[in-house]
């Protein structure tokens, strides 16, 4: 970070990468794509965005990234993952391939394509904690819900209506935060804020030692 505007960068191993740049350069953001160990060190947060999560993990061993991505999430690098990026975010996952690893760190249970093979995609008004402006549009993409969550973390949104209400798609646990839908398709750049306000709190007031190492300089 440069003292003014934090660095953000998103996962550039499959997905919206450019959709979630984007929105969080209209936020106020520096934003990066991220693809190797030098950069992921470079970055203040992560985005990590939809797309196959079982595919993301296999990129990310082949680029070298797993380790040090688990590492820096453990260690309190803020990091938002959106649908796949909600699957790498949670510590326990059903429906999963066998043996299917994640990044974890939210004490979380997550299903996989929750919403039926059926419900390949769906647009749903969704009420976001912490979200002024009202409802947004969440757009759901063979998307996981959580099924459980642990003592610390916080529901931010369900499901408001149809067979699935109730069911969790927006979580957060302190420097973590995870959402079943894809606001980076919208133009609704509301969660993109959010993320960002969190990465500025955490450079302010590092709730653990990753901030902290990262300007040992200091
Ligand atoms: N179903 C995908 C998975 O298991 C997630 C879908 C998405 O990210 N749009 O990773």
């Known amino acids: 970070m440069d003292g003014t505007r934090p660095l953000i960068g998103v996962l550039a191993l499959q997905g919206d990468v ?37 595919t993301i993990v ?11 991505l688990h590492k820096r999430i453990a260690a309190g690098m803020p990091t938002y993952g959106s ?10 996952i059903l429906d999963g391939i066998a043996g299917q690893d994640t990044f974890g760190g939210i004490d979380m249970t997550v299903r996989r394509n929750a ?12 009420s976001v904690e912490g979200l002024d402006g009202g409802p947004l549009t969440a757009v759901f993409i063979r998307a996981p819900w959580v099924e459980e969550v642990g003592p610390d973390a916080r529901v931010l949104a369900r499901v408001e209506s149809g067979p699935a209400a109730g069911r969790i798609v927006g979580i957060r646990q302190q ?9 980076e398709l919208t133009g609704d750049a509301r969660v993109h804020g959010y993320f960002l306000e969190m990465v500025r709190e955490a450079e302010q007031a590092p709730a653990t030692g990753a901030a902290a190492s990262k300007s040992g300089d200091e």
């Open 175 to 183: 420097h973590l935060l995870a959402t079943s839908f894809h606001p």
């Open 58 to 68: 296999k990129l990310a061993q082949s680029f070298e990234l797993f380790e040090p």
């Open 115 to 126: 919403f039926g093979r059926q419900v390949e995609s769906f647009e749903e008004a969704v």
């Open 18 to 54: 450019r959709e979630h740049l984007a929105a969080l350069r209209s936020v106020g953001a520096e934003a990066m794509p991220v693809r190797r160990q030098s950069e992921l060190e470079a970055v203040d947060g992560l985005v990590i965005p939809g797309g196959e999560s079982t």
């Open 83 to 92: 649908c796949a990026g909600m699957i790498l975010l949670a510590d326990r």
